[in-house]
């Protein structure tokens, strides 16, 4: 089975600084999907960033970026230039891509702190 | 409405109180899925619908729980003789398609905060 794991249940940054969230995961898998996900308080979760695995080429999406290491199954996020708004629990999370559904595996989550 | 709208946002129930959360995903989403969050933890998958079809209920934890989408949009969540470890936040969640090597975004609701006193 798959496993997803957050080792930061809480992290904390100042407005307009740069933090990186970590993430783990365990599968047999080559082909798979890797996400991070936000969810803000009012609990709708978004989707902030998605990796496929057979691309090597970090994924990036303005001030969001990932590092992805596939041998050592490690994907973590990093937020520039923290907004008060980036403030949530972030998931991170993984899918495998022969899936007929989009059944995601999720972490634990880290809660993101950010400090005016 | 444009997003994954489900009520009620919050239930309390008493314990041994039979309830059903509604989930009406975005329209024209074949794909639907429900996930059950417990408090401060990340969000675990309990069934999945293509259409009307449920193709995985593997992650319902008991017979006590049962998911319906009947004309393949409204789905309905029941939760017979609810126990307090039932207690959790239900999302639901749609995609527009269910099958291929990506399959969609998936789009996720406010969720249904049960409370089993």
């Known amino acids: 089975a798959q496993t997803v794991t957050q080792s930061q249940p809480e992290m904390s940054v100042q407005e307009a600084e740069t933090v990186t969230l970590s993430c783990t995961y365990d599968t047999s898998e080559s082909d798979y999907y890797l996400f991070w996900y936000k969810q803000p308080p009012s609990r709708q979760m978004i989707l902030v960033i998605r990796q496929e695995a057979y691309k090597q080429q970090n994924a990036t999406e303005n001030r969001f970026s990932v590092n992805f290491q596939k041998a050592a199954k490690s994907f973590s996020l990093k937020i520039s230039d923290s907004q008060l708004g980036d403030a949530a629990m972030y998931f991170c999370a993984y899918r495998v891509t022969y899936n007929a559904g989009n059944m995601l595996t999720f972490g634990g989550g880290t809660r993101l702190m950010v400090k005016p | 409405g444009a997003g994954v709208s489900q009520s009620p946002r919050y239930k309390v129930a008493k314990r041994g109180q039979d309830v059903a959360l509604r989930c009406d995903p975005i329209s024209g989403h074949v794909s639907l899925f429900w996930y059950q969050q417990a408090l401060g933890q990340g969000p675990e998958f309990l069934t999945y619908f293509q259409n009307e079809a449920q193709l995985d209920k593997s992650g319902l934890p008991s017979d006590r729980f049962f998911a319906e989408r009947p004309e393949g949009s409204v789905s309905t969540l029941k939760i017979q003789r609810t126990q307090q470890e039932d207690s959790a936040v239900y999302l639901c969640?749609?995609?527009?398609?269910?099958?291929?090597?990506?399959?969609?975004?998936?789009?996720f609701g406010e969720g249904s905060r049960l409370t089993v006193l």
């Open positions: 969640a749609s995609s527009l398609v269910g099958t291929g090597r990506w399959a969609g975004e998936l789009f």
